[in-house]
């Protein structure tokens, strides 16, 4: 690839399960049009592994279609159709996350960078982003996808955990907040649900009208 990048194409949803068993990529893109079975469920399979991340790529660019492929583990939607070059910089994004080089040293970094990874115990919760889980009070262990542990990762080290919504599109997703653009509502959706699970409703993702979103106990 000429932005220096090492590719493993699979043209079926058989061949892609063997590619990646085989090769453990770092990042993989999901087209959900496989000609023998749903791509869907290939992301379902391999979310939730600390070692990699998913980004779907699908003509399906309603916000039903987005919403379902980010609950089911993906860490990014792109739908079609979208040029090279912002393909590169949702790449480049998703490295970032997993602590991952650029492959060139010439390529410029984006200007805003994720903090780096921590770990956060409060109401006898353990929130620990680095390693994609809460641990509850039970002990019981909930896996969060990449963007997940992203954006609790830039909550738990933020003044007042606080984020502002466009600043968690740039550092987590990896774009500029775009009007009437849900992406960042669907993803703090998705991690107050498990937070508030594993903590029994004693940690919560909470809205701060106009502004972002805030990690409260």
Known sequence: MREGYATIRASSLSEATECFEQSQPRIVLVDLGLPDGNGLGFVREVAGRADCAIMVISGRGEEIDRVVGLE???????PKPFSVRELVARVRALQRRLGARSPEESMPAMPVQPPPPTRLEAAGIVLDPERLRVIGTDGQETRLTGA???????LITSPGRMAERDRIALTVLGHRLQPHQRSVDQLASALRRKIATASDMRIQVISVRGRGYRLVW
Do not use: M, Q, V
């Not at 089911?72 to 792109?78: E, F, V, W």
């Not at 997940?148 to 830039?154: A, D």
């Open 72 to 78: 089911l583990g993906a860490d990014d939607y792109l």
């Open 148 to 154: 997940e542990s992203g954006l609790l990762n830039l």
